[in-house]
């Protein structure tokens, strides 16, 4: 109940292209839910955040979706340009507890100029 | 743009060797975490500190684990006996307020145990 399943594992889009990483959750008590990016050799970063009391945010050419009642968030990357490609993190946390992270398997996300 | 600092950037131990793994966090941060990533898999969370204890730990985390803020400003990760299963890279993360605080990563410390 812990986990976040996170797909697809990779992802290879052409440049100007959508890319969508899926991510689904059990624990009803998780309330926030980000997606963080990392380059090789770097830590994550965050990229952007949901919390369930809405249904989309969208940040430039970033957008979470979120699903409550089936338990689902995505990432979709408009206009997906070879700079994004990196490793996409879904993850969630519990109210009062959001430093403690579970996150997705990751998706390695390549953008083909 | 202010960041989370962690020396060293790799260090190789022996089995059974004493790790300690330093972190300073930014300035005006007061919740720290530390994170561990072993290699090509999920980032998994470890412990979160606040006011000089630990507030939360995950299974992970065990006797052979424990974190310490001894001058106020560095924030470190001892392994007291290091098993080969602990190889992976270790981040440092922190924040400014609990709530919805953003939480920033350093670029890890890779540890290779041999």
């Known amino acids: 109940q812990q986990q976040v399943k996170q797909s697809p594992q990779s992802l290879i889009v052409q440049k100007g292209g959508i890319s969508i990483i899926n991510c689904a959750y059990e624990?009803?008590?998780?309330?926030?839910f980000p997606w963080y990016q990392q380059f090789p050799g770097k830590g994550p970063a965050l990229l952007i955040a949901?919390?369930?009391?809405?249904s989309e945010k969208k940040e430039g050419r970033f957008t979470i979706s979120f699903n409550k009642s089936a338990k689902q968030f995505s990432l979709h990357i408009m206009d997906s340009q070879p700079g994004d490609s990196a490793t996409y993190f879904c993850?969630?946390?519990?109210?009062?507890?959001?430093?403690?992270?579970?996150f997705g398997k990751g998706t390695k996300l390549s953008v083909k100029p | 743009e202010p960041e989370v600092t962690q020396t060293p950037s790799h260090q190789v131990t022996q089995m059974g060797q004493e790790v300690i793994l330093r972190c300073v966090p930014i300035?005006?941060?007061?919740?720290f975490y530390w994170y561990r990533q072993i290699l090509g898999q999920k980032v998994e969370f470890l412990v979160s500190?606040?006011?000089?204890?630990?507030?939360?730990k995950s299974e992970i985390f065990d006797d052979q684990f424990s974190v310490e803020r001894p001058d106020g400003s560095n924030f470190t990760l001892k392994i007291r006996s290091t098993k080969l299963e602990d190889s992976a890279m270790y981040f440092c993360?922190?924040?400014?307020?609990?709530?919805?605080?953003?939480?920033?990563f350093g670029e890890g410390s890779r540890l290779t145990v041999l």
């Open positions: 993360a922190t924040k400014d307020r609990v709530g919805t605080g953003e939480l920033f």
């Open positions: 993850a969630a946390s519990r109210a009062g507890s959001q430093g403690n992270l579970i």
């Open positions: 949901i919390r369930p009391d809405v």
């Open positions: 500190f606040y006011n000089n204890e630990i507030s939360e």
């Open positions: 624990n009803t008590a998780f309330d926030y």
């Open positions: 300035s005006n941060h007061l919740y």
